[in-house]
């Protein structure tokens, strides 16, 4: 029987050992390296750190001064013999071309070779243990640079620029520009300016912080003045001064137009310089007084005005054209502000002589117009009165006043006035002293007559059947109103005359056809009558008129006396005449294509008039009293 030791699977008999796997094998390698590697990079970095105890890491340069593995002691020596840029460098301090060029120790710059040294022992000290790490190997791979710490003693860099600003600094001056007697005086401006020293001490410590030469700008605060140049106006005024200024009327040759010369003299006395707004800002601007100019050119205005004036015209009845009479003339008024401002543009351009400005009006009738243009084809109303027994003075009177009308258009639609187109009655313009009634007297007085010209054109409206817009009849029945051809009288023209006193007193009418309206006045001296004649184009109106006569008729109130000095003895003057009072009204309607379009009434009530009479001093029976008297004579009835 064995041993149970021996023969048992599970007995403790020792049995022999497995051979270890290759996998096994290398991680036991590879964690012995790892442990040989961390082992041996611990020693290194130990080592290095040993290395370096009191000393600057390597790669550590200062301005481009090696100093690497230098105590601070070291460092800093070799800072004091290598770094010899505050000795040898260059600051240049430039403005405006003019440059000052100095050595950093001449500005007070210096290095602090010290706390350079110890700023460079720095480098791989600071941090956390593995930021230091950092620094310290890419100092070694790469290098640090350092700029070095400087040390500026301002004290002597503001010495310096104290001495340049004593150069730069000037003052701000404004320019001016004035007048001295006839002479014109400039002062130029000045820019201000003034060294910034603080400013320019930041700008200087920039490039000597890396030691490098350096050209830099002063910085210089500067303040300019509102204007600085006035050379430009100084030549303008010299040239507006320079000859007299000559002012025209363009094409005139009266000698009442102009020209007009201002001498050197007078443009000094009227020259203005003054401060002003201008596209490129404030600046001084030269030019003549506005007003002086004006208190010049406004009192020629009315001198200078021409009204437009249509051109005149007749209807030749052959030919059914018209003929030119009278030009017409284009209208102008003088337009002062636009000479002022045009004479003041033209002598900043060095002219002197300047045309006056006019805003020019065309007659509204023009010299080529023809009659088919303003539908002018036939006579559509005419009228014929008559003035016999008139003087030579009434006569002239008719002449002149009905002259203004002859040839004179009326627009459609338009109203007509005649105390606008009469012009002015006076002996200037062709009027005599004849009989008028003034107040309750016939007197003597200029234009008397031209009634006889308002009646003749109111009864050539009337009849024509344009509307009446005004019309005024006279305080007592004139005569020569209702004269007809041969010089007996129609009553029942009585109620168809118009009276004008200018301006208050006036005679209108309305053209309202669409067609123009031609006017025609022929004076017929020794036959005493006036004609009236409208030519137009007829629209088919036709006229119907009546007349109530003279009624409620008042004998003339007793002739009044006047003593007159001047009269003889015995010698009797009848000054004015007595006239029977009496109403009359006229009617009128005016039809169209068998419609009524106007119908309106005419009331005239006159005056009973008293005849006057003078006498002279001493005449017998004079004054006539009680039946002696005669209300239309004035000698006593026993007399007659």
Known sequence: MGNFADTHPNSLKTRPTAPPTVLEQLVAAVLAGSILFATLTL????????????RIYPGVQVAGIDIGG?????????????GQYPHTGLIALEDQGTVWVFSPIELGLVIDEDGSAEAAFQIGRRGWPWTRWDSRIKSLRYGSQLAPQLILDQR??????????????????????????????AQAGQVGRLLDIEATIQQIQLPASSMQDASL??????????????????????????????????????????????????LASMLIIERAETEAGEAFVVRLDENKLYN??????????VIAKNARFIFNDDTRQLDLIEAGAVGRDLMVSESISLINEMLRSGVHSVDLVFDYTNPEISDDLTAAELQITELVSSNTSYFYGSDSSRIQNIKTAAAQFHGIFIAPGETFSMVENIGDISVDTGYA??????????????????????????????????????????????YYYELTSGGSV???LAGLDATVYAPVVDFKFTNDTPYWLLMETYVNEGGRSLTWKFYSTSDGRTVDWDTTGLTNKKQPPWPVYEENKDLD????????????????????????????????????????????CQYGPGTKDYPPTGSDRDRFSCRPKKDD
């Open 70 to 82: 230098l105590t601070r002691q070291a460092a800093t020596e070799k800072l004091i013999a290598e």
């Open 43 to 54: 020693m290194v970095m130990l080592g290095f750190q040993l290395l370096y105890i009191g």
């Open 156 to 185: 002597l860099t503001q010495a310096q620029l104290n001495l340049i600003a004593g150069q730069i600094n000037q003052p701000m001056i404004e320019a001016s520009l004035q007048m001295d007697g006839n002479q014109v005086v």
């Open 296 to 305: 010049f050119i406004y009192p020629f205005a009315p001198s200078l005005q």
């Open 433 to 478: 002293e004849a009989w008028i009634i003034y107040g309750d007297r016939t007197v003597k007085g200029v234009g008397g007559g031209v009634c006889q010209v308002s009646t003749t054109l109111f009864r050539t409206a009337f009849f024509g059947g344009f509307p009446i817009e005004e019309r005024h009849p006279h305080a007592y029945r004139v």
């Open 490 to 492: 129609n009553a029942d």
């Open 569 to 612: 003895k015995g010698e009797i003057k009848k000054v004015d005449w007595a006239v029977e009072g009496a109403q009359v009204t006229i009617n009128r309607t005016v039809w169209r294509d068998g419609s009524k379009i106007i119908e309106d009434t005419f009331r005239t009530t006159y005056t009973p008039w008293a005849a006057v």
């Open 217 to 266: 700008s002063l910085v210089v605060d500067e303040s300019h003045p509102t204007i600085l140049d006035v050379s430009a106006e100084k030549q303008i005024a010299e040239q507006i001064l320079s000859e007299p200024l000559i002012v025209r009327v363009s094409g005139s040759s009266q000698e009442t137009l102009g020209p007009w010369t201002f001498e050197r003299e007078t």
